[in-house]
């Protein structure tokens, strides 16, 4: 799969698990949502952070939106840590969650329909999106078998 189709992909799940989470009424469901949102955004930030961008950093012209990724990336980093001190089910911990929830879906939508996306299908071909994809697979899988053993 092309690595842009394999990032919108984990972008959709952590939607799907956002929604559900600031949705819901239950403070024990509400954190197993969390947990699950929690992991599947640091497997994310770390794949994109150590093997997408600095492929797209290659290209001179695409440097400034990585920066401006990164950035968001730190964002959320932060808004993580601080639901990780927070209750779930407590009026701050629904606060953070939607800031969270607002600030994904920004990123998201930069990256997918904004700006990098698009430059990034411009700028590599098929093939070299299909090997990045390949490399973020085995990468998330690599994690995937770590955390189960």
């Known amino acids: ?3 842009l ?5 984990d972008h959709q799940k952590v939607r799907k698990l956002l929604t559900s989470a600031t949705e819901t009424e239950d403070k024990n469901e509400q954190k ?3 947990k699950e949102i929690k992991t599947e955004l640091e497997t994310h930030a770390r794949l994109e952070e150590t093997i997408f961008y600095p ?3 290659e290209h001179e012209d695409l ?3 990585v920066f401006e990724s990164l950035e968001e990336h730190r964002q959320v980093k932060t808004l993580l840590r601080e639901l990780s001190r927070v209750a779930a089910g407590s009026d701050k911990f629904k606060a953070k969650l939607k800031v969270l929830n607002d600030d994904v879906e920004h990123h998201a939508e930069e990256e997918e329909e904004g700006k990098l996306f698009p430059k990034v299908r411009k700028a590599f071909d098929s093939n070299e999106l299909e090997e990045l994809g390949e490399e973020l697979e085995a990468a998330k ?3 995937r078998l770590r955390k189960a053993s």
């Open 5 to 9: 189709e394999l990032l919108k992909q």
């Open 32 to 34: 197993r949502l969390f």
């Open 55 to 57: 492929a797209v950093q």
């Open 63 to 65: 440097k400034s939106m």
């Open 141 to 143: 899988q690599k994690k």
């Open 1 to 3: 799969m092309d690595a």
